[in-house]
């Protein structure tokens, strides 16, 4: 593809490819690195962008050169008709690839859908593998959830599904290796 006679460049000279949106400030979960437990202060609804809006900017930032979206949050999942955001940037000529990160539990629901309307990778947060210790970490979340999320996303073929890891003394440091060994599709029925 050839670049745009307007590239966006960084300071340091190399082409700005990449956008990263982020659709709300809205949380399910209160990670304990991430919010306090009361949550906090949230955004109006009418103060933040509405989707047409968000496809708008990135119409234009794939006009100078943007190829690659990534749907952020507070949690992306949280906010309604996300697929609808997905399949508004799947038009834009240029988006070559559009991501999700997301805390995963609401994503065996949204999974699908998302797949269908042009989403092409996801990435996970997920801080630990034992359920106990995620429930303390996310303040009452569900293991479960997430792990069932990430299987239908894998089973749905999305490229690459990756984990990110807040890594924390005392906390989790002692499941970094098996976290980064993680085994994924086939081998993870059962947990």
Known sequence: MEMPSSQLVDPFGRPVTYLRVSVTDRCNL?????????????QPH???L?????????????EHGVRQVRLTG??????KGLPDLVA????IPGISDIAL????????SAAADLARAGLTRV???LDTLNPQRFSRITRGGSFGKVWQGLAT???????PVKLNVVAMRGVNDDELLDLARLPLPADWEGR
């Open 88 to 91: 508004m940037i799947a038009q």
């Open 74 to 79: 507070g949690e992306p999942l949280v906010r």
């Open 50 to 62: 509405r989707y047409e809006e968000i496809a708008a900017v990135v119409r234009v930032a794939a």
């Open 30 to 42: 209160r990670c304990v690195y991430c919010m306090p437990p009361e949550g906090v202060e949230w």
């Open 46 to 48: 009418n103060s933040i």
């Open 101 to 108: 990160t997301t805390n995963g539990y609401l994503l065996e």
């Open 153 to 159: 996303v894998v089973a749905l073929g999305l490229k």
């Open 123 to 125: 990435n996970v947060s």
